[in-house]
């Protein structure tokens, strides 16, 4: 994995003109069982990867909080939810919540998060290659793939699959 993880920058990369050009036309004419297709090639990239041994989203980007996400977590806590923004989170330039510092501060160091059951929801949905209408975030799967072992092997199939 480790390997894995060093190249990847670089292969996104050398895939970003072909990807971006891919996504153009996903968008103006996305295929009409293209959900389906997205379920089907995550799942079975999902059933070889092992996300415990990568964790590489959760050690370089880390999520976005809503509100839910931040009221969630300060019960979970026990604290207010001003307290635990002020001690987890900052706002970026979008003026969304993020963390304070990556890899995330809830990592731990054999890769499992210590807020499993009531991690943001960002978590529970990256790297969003299962969400319907695929087609409406390729600036965001752009970034993800550079980022995302798993992601990138899905936007590969997904070419293969319907001719990018
Ligand atoms: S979602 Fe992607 S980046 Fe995150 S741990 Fe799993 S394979 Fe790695
Ligand atoms: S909250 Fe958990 S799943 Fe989310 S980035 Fe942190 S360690 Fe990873």
Known sequence: ?????????????????????????????PPK?????????HDAEFERTD??????????????FTNADIERLSK???????RFIETYLRLDEENDYVLQEVPCTFL?????????????????EFPHTDRKKFQQISSLTLKNVA???????????LKKRVGG
């Open 1 to 29: 994995m480790e390997n894995i993880l060093q190249e990847l920058p670089e292969k996104a990369k050398e895939k970003f003109k072909a990807n971006k050009k891919f996504f153009a036309k996903l968008k103006k004419n």
């Open 147 to 157: 980022i995302c072992p798993a992601a990138f092997n899905i936007v590969e199939e």
């Open 51 to 64: 996300c415990l041994k990568c964790a590489n989203c959760c050690k370089t980007t880390g999520p976005l």
């Open 108 to 124: 731990g160091a054999d890769n499992s998060c210590a807020i499993y059951d009531v991690r943001p929801k960002a978590c529970r």
């Open 33 to 41: 069982k293209l959900d389906y297709i997205m379920q089907e090639l």
């Open 76 to 82: 979970h806590f026990r604290i207010k939810p001003q």
